[in-house]
């Protein structure tokens, strides 16, 4: 086979000049499987319209089931009245209600009831080339002013409770907005009660990963990390990391250095005072470090005051019970790492709002660095509607370059859209949300294209694209074509929710890519809170899967015409 310098395309550094020009091999053990590959010595295609390879794994009932489903999600006031059309469980007892939804949606979007039970399925899909992410997805079923109590205790310290503060407004708890399940898709939620019920939310993710570990070879576990821990913490962490890198951008400005991409910012040390460095530039990644190497996490938030020149604390004081409560955070994070590595599976941390975010993604980072060393275990999510999605994935990108360990990462278009735009909105802050769709989808390929580039040049960061969107799902194949990676390397994953887009991902397994189904479970009256909110806030991708209906019609019309109606998948 012939064998051409790849196409890089260019990030503005010099290191791109130096893009891999050895031949890449041939093609995995997918080419050609099924007759849903196409394979040349250089590139493998996937034909998503080929309904049979497609729901090869499923028998006629559950493509009729699909066809139901995905019908009457369409239908707004059924799913505007879907908690009045829960109660129906009193006319028909709760275990011909259990059995009704399992015929139907909990049946379409949930595995199981419990690690026993979701073990065929998986052992089915990953015998059809398809793995899974468990996600354990129990809600508490409480009113809306429970929720926004619960959120104000959590969020709240004494400090600020006795003096009041001078916070940011984006940073503080906001009864209006203390109900945090509402304009969220699909993202489970957790509201903090006690220390005991973060450890029992530990011991329900340990209990997960073992199931993941248990039913397949190299599967994911999804954690939140609210869930582990107070959010006040959280937020306050957050507030620091941003007014520390905003300090950053007015010293940047200062040199005459705004506007360049973050990545770009390079700042005089002699010209910010550093009397321990005679002379050298400093970054933001370096800038960061500066505000590591303490030995109590209340002493991480710490903030510039300009004006002084000097550091203050973000609050005057914390008890020594919020100091143990920051340091559980990170504790019972550790412990699930552990775990992880001893049942050989990937943790998957799931991105939350803004307010949250920093903080989320800096402690996710830390666990990389220590875990990532060998093998990517810890995967961080990106969520591309964000304006900053650029600059994050670059910086931890080079951060994982210059540290030598495996960047790992989810990207997702985001779930908190709605929510994120009204509490901006109300509190007076920028909205950190793309202005529309368009932007979002050439963000979302930015960021894609950078991490594909980086695994191409040194083959030591690895992405799940986590995307229902077939345009992006294609462009990722053509990218890989144009870059030598090979779905045997495993380095580029794919991701979609059970029960949709099985059209993208049973084609993709089917061809040798690593594709993995993001896969619910949970006791059916506990699971119906996350199940009510997905069937809400996905109505219009429902609505406009049309595409995915139209193929399922076409293979049951298929096997009525082949005299394959009762045909039944073989694994």
């Known amino acids: 086979a012939r064998c051409k310098k790849d196409d890089v395309s260019s990030r503005g550094g010099a290191r791109h000049d130096s893009a891999r020009s050895e031949c890449p091999g041939q093609p995995g053990s997918g080419g050609g499987r099924g007759g849903t590959t196409t394979a040349t010595a250089n590139e493998i295609s996937v034909d998503f319209d080929q309904t049979r390879e497609a729901y090869k794994s499923k028998d006629s009932l559950e493509l009729l089931r699909s066809l139901v489903v995905f019908k009457l999600c369409s239908y707004d006031f059924l799913v505007d009245k879907n908690k009045e059309v829960m109660r129906c469980k009193k006319i028909m007892g709760q275990k011909g209600f259990n059995q009704f939804m399992k015929m139907t949606f909990y049946g379409q979007f949930v595995a199981g009831e419990d690690h026993m039970a979701i073990r065929p399925l998986i052992q089915k899909n990953q015998a059809f080339g398809v793995g899974s992410v468990l996600d354990y997805s129990v809600e508490e079923d409480i009113t809306q002013k429970e929720a926004e109590q619960k959120e104000m205790d959590s969020c709240v310290s004494t400090a600020e409770k006795e003096s009041g503060d001078h916070r940011e407004k984006k940073y503080k ?74 300090f950053f951008s007015f010293l940047a400005s200062q040199q005459g250095k705004d506007g360049m991409e973050a990545l770009e910012q390079r700042l005089e040390l002699k010209q910010i005072g550093r009397k321990e460095e005679s002379s050298g530039t400093i970054d933001m990644l370096d800038w960061n470090s500066l505000i590591d190497h303490r030995t109590n996490i209340s002493d991480l938030l710490v903030i510039p005051n300009v004006e002084l020149g000097e550091l203050e604390p973000l609050l005057e004081m914390f008890t020594i019970e919020e100091e143990n409560q920051m340091k559980r955070i990170l504790q019972r994070m550790d412990v699930l790492v552990k775990h992880a590595m001893e049942n050989g599976v990937r943790l998957m941390v799931d991105a939350e709002q803004t307010y949250l975010q920093p903080a989320i993604s800096r402690l996710t980072l830390e666990m990389q660095r220590t875990y990532n060393k060998e093998k990517p275990v810890i995967f961080n999510t990106y969520q591309c509607y964000l304006k900053e999605a650029y600059d994050s994935v670059t910086m931890d990108v080079e951060l994982s370059r210059r540290e030598g360990w495996h960047f790992a990462a989810k990207l997702v278009r985001g779930a908190y859209m709605y929510q994120e735009r009204e509490r901006a909105k109300e509190n007076g802050y920028e909205d950190p949300i793309n202005p529309d769709y368009e932007t979002t989808n050439w963000m979302y390929h930015r960021c894609l294209d950078y991490v594909l580039d980086e695994i191409a040049l040194n083959r030591n960061a690895n992405v799940m694209v986590a995307s229902h969107n077939e345009d992006t799902v294609k462009h990722t194949l053509k990218r890989m074509n144009e870059l ?56 219009g991708f429902m609505k406009g899967a049309q595409k995915e209906r139209e193929l399922l019609w076409q293979e049951l019309k298929r096997r009525v015409a082949s005299g394959e109606l009762l045909y039944r998948p073989a694994y």
């Open 173 to 246: 708890a906001h009864k209006q907005f203390g109900d945090h399940r509402e304009g969220v898709t699909g993202a489970r939620t957790y509201f903090y009660a006690d220390e005991a019920k973060c450890d029992q939310h530990m011991e329900t993710f340990i209990k997960c990963i073992k199931a993941s570990g248990g039913s397949s070879m190299d599967g994911f576990s999804a954690v939140k990390m609210t869930a582990l821990g107070r959010p006040q913490f959280l937020l306050q962490f957050s507030e620091v990391l941003v007014k520390w890198q905003r």
């Open 484 to 539: 030598g990676l090979l779905p045997t390397e495993n380095k580029v994953y794919f991701g979609q929710l059970l029960g949709m887009c099985d059209q993208i991902s049973f084609p993709l397994g089917q061809a040798g890519f690593p594709v993995y189904k993001y896969v619910p479970y949970g006791p059916v009256n506990e699971v119906m809170p996350y199940l009510s909110r997905r069937a809400q806030e996905n109505r």
